[in-house]
């Protein structure tokens, strides 16, 4: 019986960060009382991802951390170009800018941590 992975605090800052951009955007693109099928497909588009790389990492997925920086490069672009055109948006904009580069450094901080971390000399 194998034991069960321990997470470190880079990983639950990567789920939380995924988990809670979901949530964002849930409340972003909720359907209006009137809600056509656009705004329940932008939802599955943009809460859906996040949303399941999350569980994913709490789950233990090796991948989900790889696939969360790839798509947030996406979602950096996305919430900037928001911001810029939509002022109406800006504080939902911003906010997308900031979980998707905390996704991206929580991703990327175990190999930049084996990169450039301290050598043992010996």
């Known amino acids: ?9 880079t990983d639950w800052t990567l789920a939380g960060a995924l988990i809670a951009l979901g949530g964002l955007f849930c409340l972003w693109f909720w359907p209006a009382a009137d809600w056509p099928t656009r705004d329940l497909v932008a939802l599955l588009v943009f809460a859906a991802p996040p949303l399941l790389l999350g569980v994913a ?12 920086s790839v ?11 928001v ?9 939902f904009a911003l906010l997308e800018t900031a979980l998707a ?3 991206i450094f929580a991703a990327n901080l175990p190999g930049l941590k084996g990169r450039f971390g301290t050598r043992k000399r010996g």
């Not at 911001?83 to 504080?91: F, G, M, S």
């Open 1 to 9: 019986m194998s034991q069960p992975a321990t997470r470190t605090a």
């Open 57 to 68: 990492k709490l789950a233990g997925a090796r991948t989900a951390g790889y696939w969360g």
């Open 71 to 81: 798509l947030a490069l996406a979602w950096f672009s996305h919430g900037i170009m």
């Open 83 to 91: 911001a810029w055109t939509r002022p109406a948006e800006l504080v």
């Open 101 to 103: 580069l905390v996704i």
